[in-house]
T-cell receptor, first 112, second 112 residues
Framework: DAKTTQPPSMDCAEGRAANLPCNHSTISGNEYVYWYRQIHSQGPQYIIHGLKNNETNEMASLIITEDRKSSTLILPHATLRDTAVYYCIASSHSGSARQLTFGSGTQLTVLP | GAGVSQSPSNKVTEKGKDVELRCDPISGHTALYWYRQSLGQGLEFLIYFQGNSAPDKSGLPSDRFSAERTGGSVSTLTIQRTQQEDSAVYLC??????????FGQGTRLTVV
C-alpha cells in the first residue's frame, strides 16, 4: 500500500467545513483512497472511499486531485461529535492479501 | 448481529497466562482483520484472512501470537504466555471481498 502523509492535528469551528488533507504521492493506479475516523475509545469507522472521481455520501465528500497524488476529506458542517482521529489510507482491491495500513492520522478538534 | 462482535470486551490476565480473544464478523464477509492499539498509539496490523487463501501473518509481533478462522467465519486470536507489553485494545474488522471494513468495539486486554 502507498504511504500517506497527514498533518498531525487540526482545529475547526463548529458549523464550519472541516477540510482534511492527505498526500499519497506514490499511490498506484489500482489503489483506492479510503478515509476512516476513530472517536475516542471506539473502533474505527469507515467514512468514504474513491479511486479517481470525487465522491460524496451522507457523512462527507472526498476530493481527489487529477494526478491522484493528494486528496481532501470535507466535512461540510462540523459538529462537536466529529472530533476524532481521521485516517487516510491507500489500499488496493486486488491481490490475495490486502492490508489496511493505518498511519498516525489527523486529530481533528471541533471547537464550540 | 448487525455488526462485528468481539468478546470479551475487557480481559485482565496475569503475566504468563494464555488468553483467547474472539471475533464474530458480519455474516458473508470474506475478509477479516486483527489489529491492536496500545494506549495513545495508532493501529498496528496483526493478521488478515481472506476467504480460503493463506492468511497474511506478517504483522504478528512474535510466535506467542496466533490466530485462526474457523469455517470462514468466527476468528480467535490467541496470545500465549502473556507479557505486560501485550496490554492493548485488540480490534477486529471484517469486510466484503473488496471495499469498506467494519470494526468491532475491541477487547481491552490488561496484563498484570
Amino acid at each position: 500500500d502507498a504511504k500517506t502523509t497527514q498533518p498531525p492535528s487540526m482545529d475547526c469551528a463548529e458549523g464550519r467545513a472541516a477540510n482534511l488533507p492527505c498526500n499519497h504521492s506514490t499511490i498506484s493506479g489500482n489503489e483506492y483512497v479510503y478515509w476512516y475516523r476513530q472517536i475516542h475509545s471506539q473502533g474505527p469507522q469507515y467514512i468514504i472511499h474513491g479511486l479517481k472521481n470525487n465522491e460524496t455520501n451522507e457523512m462527507a465528500s472526498l476530493i481527489i486531485t487529477e494526478d491522484r497524488k493528494s486528496s481532501t476529506l470535507i466535512l461540510p458542517h462540523a459538529t462537536l461529535r466529529d472530533t476524532a482521529v481521521y485516517y487516510c489510507i491507500a489500499s488496493s482491491h486486488s491481490g490475495s492479501a490486502r492490508q489496511l495500513t493505518f498511519g498516525s492520522g489527523t486529530q481533528l478538534t471541533v471547537l464550540p | 448481529g448487525a455488526g462485528v462482535s468481539q468478546s470479551p470486551s475487557n480481559k485482565v490476565t496475569e503475566k504468563g497466562k494464555d488468553v483467547e480473544l474472539r471475533c464474530d464478523p458480519i455474516s458473508g464477509h470474506t475478509a477479516l482483520y486483527w489489529y491492536r492499539q496500545s494506549l495513545g498509539q495508532g493501529l498496528e496490523f496483526l493478521i488478515y484472512f481472506q476467504g480460503n487463501s493463506a492468511p497474511d501473518k506478517s504483522g504478528l509481533p512474535s510466535d506467542r501470537f496466533s490466530a485462526e478462522r474457523t469455517g470462514g467465519s468466527v476468528s480467535t486470536l490467541t496470545i500465549q504466555r502473556t507479557q505486560q507489553e501485550d496490554s492493548a485494545v485488540y480490534l477486529c474488522a471484517s469486510s466484503p471481498s473488496v471495499g469498506r471494513a467494519f470494526f468491532g468495539q475491541g477487547t481491552r486486554l490488561t496484563v498484570v
